[in-house]
């Protein structure tokens, strides 16, 4: 859920870290593991500011 990835991030973006709250927008990013094998996708997502998705991006 958003919710608990928002928690557990400390309602930080994770690109940024500024705080992500209703005010803003937020986006998912999708971490691709390097390590063949790791399969554990909520350790693979984190929440990011729409904006700073977009430079994740490039
Ligand atoms: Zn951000």
Do not use: K, Y
Request: charge should be negative.
């Amino acid at each position: 859920m958003l919710v608990h990835l928002w928690l557990q991030q400390n309602g930080n973006c994770q690109s940024c870290g500024d705080a992500i709250t209703s005010q803003t927008r937020w986006a998912l990013q999708n971490i691709v593991p390097r390590v063949l094998g790791e399969s554990d996708t909520n350790s693979n997502r984190v929440l990011v500011h729409e904006s700073c998705h977009e430079l994740f991006d490039t």
